[in-house]
């Protein structure tokens, strides 16, 4: 039996791309991805699920009073696919507590710093300008608070003395890329779990 994963996007999809190159060379298993959703219309990550025969649906939030009436569509969605994993891989809405209720524990997200540091917006150039010397990316459980669910996986890089916020994106968003399938595998095969804040992985 597959797990239908639904992956959220809003840009370019290298994230996606990651999820959708696992998927056929049979890494995600029991996970699949099963559709894709973008807020945005026209974002190259839509072209992606094209090319590799995943619905690509576009649910545009401008065109929706509110959040709620965005969120009833995306569920919509992602219910007409069967989707019981929810992946954010660059999708830009906050999702509401009611929306989140809907997948307990089934919803996750990759943020390119190692979390509690630099929630939010463009977390690579405040870790750059911070000065750290070693930085990297998370993937956690999504819960109401922005970037602060329970932690998943994490990956380190070195921020090294020559680096500019491009280079560094760029050694981060490579570790994106593992990480990511990596965690979506262990959830839909059931191997994360989760006491509190802190999440077991089982073998
Ligand atoms: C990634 O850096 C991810 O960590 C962040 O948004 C970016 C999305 O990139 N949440 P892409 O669309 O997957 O290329």
């Known amino acids: 039996m597959s797990v239908g994963v639904g992956v959220l996007v809003s840009g370019s999809g290298t994230n996606l791309q990651a999820l959708l190159d696992a998927d056929r060379g049979g890494r995600l298993a029991p996970g699949r991805v099963s559709c894709v959703v973008s807020n945005r219309p026209g974002v190259r990550a839509l072209e992606r699920a094209a090319a590799a025969g995943v619905p690509a649906i576009v649910v545009d939030h401008k065109a929706f009073a509110g959040r709620e009436p965005f969120e009833d569509a995306v569920h919509e969605a992602l219910v007409a696919h069967g989707v019981e994993v929810v992946v954010l891989a660059g999708f830009m809405r906050v999702l509401t507590p009611r929306f989140l209720g809907r997948y307990p524990d089934k919803i996750l997200n990759i943020h390119p710093s190692l979390l509690p540091s630099f929630p939010g917006v463009d977390a690579q ?9 070693v930085s990297g990316c998370t993937v956690h459980f999504v819960n109401a ?37 990596r965690a979506v595998q262990l959830l839909c095969a059931g191997k994360l779990s989760r006491e509190g804040r802190r999440i077991k992985i089982s073998s």
Request: charged content about 35%; some cysteine; hydrophobic content about 45%.
């Open 125 to 133: 150039r405040q870790a750059f300008d911070y000065g750290v010397k």
């Open 145 to 181: 608070e922005l970037d602060a669910g329970a932690i998943a996986l994490q990956e380190c890089v070195p921020v090294l003395p020559d680096d500019d916020v491009e280079r560094l994106r760029a050694r981060i968003l490579e570790k994106e890329h593992v990480i990511l399938p």
